[in-house]
């Protein structure tokens, strides 16, 4: 069902509401309503149904010359409520499908299926996946990239650390270096590390 219709008007002045997927909703009595709804059923448009209303039962005459148009599925319902009860009451129906109907779930599913695009799906996703995260995981993510970059500024921290004991040692003068390798080969031979101010 795609739109709701109150007819109040003759067949003739609302012959625009007998569109696919239309609810026509008129008195019982409005046998030229009835037939007007017939008529489009057998020209190939899928109304959604007809709601009579008052309580009113077309008599058996108008319901054989509708024979054709009801074998083709049209269906028909009267309620005893008046039009406009009628029409309020259809208002506040919710569209949502509950979640035991299992029946019309499918239904949908299947409606769905049907009349996808699937050229049009295709394209859309060859075009490339937009990543979205949650909250927790975009924070859990942050976190990360933060242990990262900290992980890096301490090795350059050291890099430039022992940039500057090496520049030190070159720029010392030459006893100085001499000695200071001479440690260091001493350190070596007993298995020790030389001392951390060791030019």
């Known amino acids: 069902m795609l739109s709701t219709s109150l007819c109040a008007r003759s067949a003739t002045n609302a012959l625009h509401i007998f569109k696919p997927g ?19 059923t057998m020209n190939g448009t899928q109304l959604a149904g007809v709601l009579l209303t008052n309580g009113f039962i077309p008599n058996e005459n108008m319901i054989e010359m509708c024979r054709p148009a009801l074998k083709t599925g049209l269906p028909v319902l009267v309620v005893e409520t008046d039009s406009l009860t009628t029409a309020q009451n259809l208002s506040q129906l919710s569209s949502e499908i509950p979640m035991d109907d299992f029946e019309r779930a499918e239904q949908v599913a299947r409606y ?14 060859s075009h490339g996946y937009t990543r ?20 890096a500024c301490g090795t350059a921290r050291r890099g430039r650390a022992a940039h500057r004991r090496g520049r030190d040692y070159l720029s010392a003068p030459r006893h100085c270096r001499l000695c200071a390798a001479r440690e260091a080969r001493r350190y070596r031979e007993r298995g020790a590390q030389p001392r951390a101010d060791t030019p």
């Not at 239309?22 to 489009?40: E, I, T």
């Not at 769905?112 to 996703?125: E, F, G, T």
């Open 22 to 40: 239309s609810l026509v909703v008129a008195s019982g009595d409005r046998d030229d309503v009835v037939l007007a709804s017939a008529l489009a």
């Open 112 to 125: 769905v299926a049907a009349h996808m695009d699937l050229d049009w799906l295709k394209s859309k996703l």
């Open 132 to 151: 979205r995260l949650s909250p927790s995981a975009f924070r859990y993510q942050l976190v990360k990239l933060a242990q990262q970059v900290k992980k």
